[in-house]
């Protein structure tokens, strides 16, 4: 069976981008396909690689990136919520002449679309929020 | 169609909403603060009891979120059904729709 998943809360505010790690998790493990996790809102905050938590807490942002690596799962950063908190590829940040950018390894930035499709392409859509 | 409910009920009144609007017999899985309703001793673990009882909704909580509270199974109301993720997984698979009532 095919799932998405939507991420709608940052990491360490909220538990729900710990709840969608953990389900994304099981998910492939049961050997489901997970067709794309979408961060939204304040789930975009999930894709930075500037976060850097203490060494003895869990690293939400390079779980997701090993995710993405290891099961080749699509991650996708709505571009509208990215733009208003900070969080840019190097093109976006080009685009909007910032001097820096921050998408970690595994994450796109994208649009809505990307949305509407993983809810057409998968058999269940799971969103996670506050 | 599965229901996840992750707000306490003691917070907010997501699950008795949840409740009126889940039918009969539909898998209801308590996440997050939400497990906090399967408290036996407290004032709301009446619509709980009700809800399985009355409306024979199944209702399942996340046993890692209960760890994490530090809720026992001796404090749960007698009738909710613990799972893990791959239970979590398992319920949303043989469920049409998943409702997460954020």
């Given at each position: 069976?095919?799932?998405?998943?939507?991420?709608?809360?940052?990491?360490?505010?909220?538990?729900?981008?710990?709840?969608?790690?953990?389900?994304?998790?099981?998910?492939?493990?049961?050997?489901?396909?997970?067709?794309?996790?979408?961060?939204?809102?304040?789930?975009?905050?999930n894709g930075t690689r500037l976060a850097t938590?203490?060494?003895?807490?869990?690293n939400?942002v390079a779980?997701w990136s090993?995710?993405?690596?290891?099961?080749?799962?699509?991650?996708?950063?709505?571009?509208?919520?990215?733009?208003?908190?900070?969080i840019a590829d190097?093109?976006?940040?080009?685009?909007?002449?910032?001097?820096a950018d921050n998408l970690a390894p595994g994450f796109?930035?994208?649009?809505?679309?990307?949305?509407?499709?993983?809810?057409?392409?998968?058999?269940?859509?799971?969103?996670?929020?506050? | 169609?599965?229901?996840?409910?992750?707000?306490?009920?003691?917070?907010?009144?997501?699950?008795?909403?949840?409740?009126?609007?889940?039918?009969?017999?539909?898998?209801?899985?308590?996440?997050?603060?939400?497990?906090?309703?399967?408290?036996?001793?407290?004032?709301?673990?009446?619509?709980?009891?009700?809800?399985?009882?009355?409306?024979?909704?199944?209702?399942?909580?996340?046993?890692?979120?209960?760890?994490?509270?530090?809720?026992?199974?001796?404090?749960?109301?007698?009738?909710?059904?613990?799972?893990?993720?791959?239970?979590?997984?398992?319920?949303?698979?043989?469920?049409?729709?998943?409702?997460?009532?954020?």
């Amino acid at each position: 069976m095919k799932f998405s998943i939507m991420v709608n809360e940052a990491p360490y505010s909220h538990q729900a981008a710990d709840t969608a790690y953990h389900f994304a998790k099981a998910v492939l493990a049961q050997g489901h396909e997970l067709f794309r996790v979408f961060f939204y809102h304040d789930g975009v905050n999930n894709g930075t690689r500037l976060a850097t938590p203490p060494q003895d807490d869990r690293n939400v942002v390079a779980r997701w990136s090993a995710l993405a690596q290891e099961s080749d799962v699509d991650l996708v950063v709505c571009v509208a919520a990215a733009q208003r908190r900070g969080i840019a590829d190097v093109d976006e940040a080009r685009r909007n002449s910032k001097d820096a950018d921050n998408l970690a390894p595994g994450f796109r930035i994208s649009g809505l679309g990307q949305l509407i499709e993983a809810a057409i392409e998968a058999d269940r859509l799971v969103e996670f929020g506050d | 169609m599965l229901h996840t409910v992750n707000k306490s009920p003691y917070e907010k009144n997501s699950l008795q909403r949840c409740f009126e609007y889940a039918t009969d017999g539909s898998p209801v899985l308590l996440i997050e603060n939400g497990v906090y309703a399967v408290l036996a001793a407290g004032s709301h673990a009446s619509m709980v009891e009700e809800a399985i009882s009355q409306h024979q909704l199944r209702v399942y909580a996340l046993g890692s979120d209960l760890k994490l509270r530090g809720i026992s199974k001796e404090q749960m109301i007698a009738g909710v059904l613990v799972i893990d993720y791959v239970g979590f997984v398992n319920l949303a698979a043989e469920s049409d729709k998943v409702q997460s009532w954020l």
